[in-house]
């Protein structure tokens, strides 16, 4: 799961604390596992939850938000990043600090985003990729 690794290297670069939400507690357990292999033991949350309730319901605030949710999910009802994305990252953009940074992943080959922000998957794009596997982009809240 790649949010792990998103929380690794946050930790690993100095993050006040970290917070990994996802609805499968095997992921949350590889989070878990590599954080203690790369000997990050500070304040680093882990949430089993599905992510889109927990953006609703939390009262905490961040600077930085890596959103990177799967193509589709069974979960809660169901999940679709074609239809959903909207919605996920409203919610997103409304736990950041004024002035704080939205990333938005994700590897659905036929994405078409529906909301303004910078795309970044060119210059983001490992140099032995003929074609990136995510596009991204950065949002920034007003």
């Known amino acids: 799961c790649s949010s792990d690794l998103f929380t690794v290297y946050a930790a690993a670069g100095g993050a006040a ?3 990994s ?4 507690a095997t992921y949350l357990g590889i989070a878990r596992e590599n ?8 304040r680093n949350e882990l949430v089993h939850d599905e992510v889109g309730a927990f953006l609703r319901h939390t009262r905490q605030r961040w600077d930085l938000v890596v ?3 799967p193509s589709y999910s ?8 074609l239809r959903d994305h ?6 997103a953009l409304g736990v950041l600090e004024p002035g704080g940074v ?12 529906r909301f303004a922000g910078e795309e970044q998957t060119e210059r983001l794009r490992q140099a032995d990729f003929r074609r990136p596997a995510h596009r991204s982009w950065r949002l920034v809240r007003e």
């Open 67 to 69: 959103l990177d949710p």
């Open 35 to 42: 954080l203690a292999l790369n000997g990050q033991r500070g």
């Open 74 to 81: 069974d979960r809660e009802g169901g999940f679709d990043v």
């Open 21 to 24: 939400v996802d609805a499968s």
């Open 86 to 91: 909207p919605a996920l990252i409203e919610a």
């Open 102 to 113: 939205l990333w938005f992943s994700t590897n659905h080959q036929a994405f078409a985003p």
């Open 17 to 19: 604390y970290t917070t």
